[in-house]
């Protein structure tokens, strides 16, 4: 295809860009609030990129709930390329597909990872979101679009995820760095809004997830994530967590944009580690 548009080195576009391409790109939001579990959708619903599908953190990007795993679980696979072929997304050749939301990429980067997770590394986070979006003067539409048949076929990268343990059994392995992805007075211990205990797995250290981006949610320029991300440059392994392997995705997308190897995730993160203490 002459005209076929590969994202897979861009990782970040504009809204213009967006914009100008929104005939060729499949468009998801993903929106969400973690107090507010059905905002996201209703955001959705009063204004959205225009042939934008949404899919909601709880329902489409984990699995339910149970007694370990944490809060927000990997989904089931199958189900969730079932979803993605209603998106209508290929995988020969990979379709383009740009994600936002209005969390400085909390929820995207989780789907980014994902899909990338399964093979489709065509894919792109719309820089500053929505708000980016709204700001730059361009349309938002309130039509849903129709649903498409895909041909998704997933190649999952196993070895991107790690379980507890594994976390335990390497986390004070000589070139073994694990990182926590919350704010700093949460890996402290010194507040926990959300999980039972507060705290953070021993040994880790902190490199918190809205460090890549700006206020205004705009990613940090290459270069300077290069320079965030220095203290671990010599590890042999780098595992990163959060609360529930959400905002943990952002810290990687920023490793894979500043062109270092891209970390492993733990996506049962505190909320699984603390449901063993």
């Known amino acids: 295809m002459s005209n076929f548009i590969n994202l897979s080195n861009t990782h970040i576009v504009s809204p213009q860009?967006?914009?100008?391409?929104?005939?060729?790109?499949?468009?998801?939001?993903?929106?969400?609030?973690?107090?507010?579990?059905?905002l996201g959708q209703q955001q959705y619903d009063s204004g959205h990129i225009p042939g934008a599908y949404y899919l909601d953190l709880n329902k489409h990007l984990s699995s339910s709930v149970q007694k370990h795993g944490g809060r927000h679980p990997l989904p089931n696979w199958q189900k969730f390329v079932d979803t993605l072929n209603l998106l209508g997304i290929q995988s020969t050749p990979q379709t383009p597909i740009v994600i936002y939301d209005a969390s400085r990429f909390a929820f995207a980067a989780r789907l980014w990872w994902m899909l990338r997770y399964l093979g489709h590394g065509n894919v792109a986070l719309?820089?500053?979101?929505?708000?980016?979006?709204?700001?730059?003067?361009?349309?938002?539409?309130?039509?849903?679009?129709?649903?498409?048949?895909?041909?998704?076929?997933?190649?999952?990268?196993?070895?991107?995820?790690?379980?507890?343990?594994?976390?335990?059994?390497?986390?004070?392995?000589?070139?073994?760095?694990?990182?926590?992805?919350?704010?700093?007075?949460?890996?402290?211990?010194?507040?926990?809004?959300?999980?039972?205990?507060?705290?953070?797995?021993?040994?880790?250290?902190?490199?918190?997830?809205?460090d890549i981006s700006t206020d205004?949610?705009?990613?940090?320029?290459?270069?300077?994530?290069?320079?965030?991300?220095?203290?671990?440059?010599?590890?042999?392994?780098?595992i990163i967590y959060c609360g529930s392997g959400v905002t943990a995705c952002v810290n990687l997308f920023s490793q894979v944009v500043a062109g270092n190897p891209m970390g492993k995730l733990y996506p049962g993160g505190w909320s699984d580690w603390c449901s063993y203490l």
């Open 17 to 38: 860009w967006l914009a100008d391409h929104l005939d060729v790109v499949i468009v998801i939001d993903c929106r969400f609030s973690l107090p507010e579990p059905e």
């Open 126 to 210: 719309l820089d500053g979101g929505i708000d980016a979006w709204i700001k730059a003067g361009l349309p938002l539409s309130r039509e849903t679009p129709p649903f498409q048949v895909g041909r998704f076929m997933p190649q999952p990268q196993a070895d991107w995820v790690v379980d507890i343990d594994y976390v335990r059994q390497h986390k004070d392995t000589p070139g073994t760095v694990v990182i926590d992805a919350r704010s700093a007075d949460r890996f402290r211990g010194e507040r926990e809004p959300i999980d039972p205990i507060a705290g953070s797995v021993p040994g880790a250290v902190n490199y918190f997830w809205k």
């Open 216 to 238: 205004a949610g705009l990613l940090k320029a290459p270069a300077e994530l290069a320079q965030y991300w220095r203290g671990v440059d010599d590890a042999d392994e780098v």
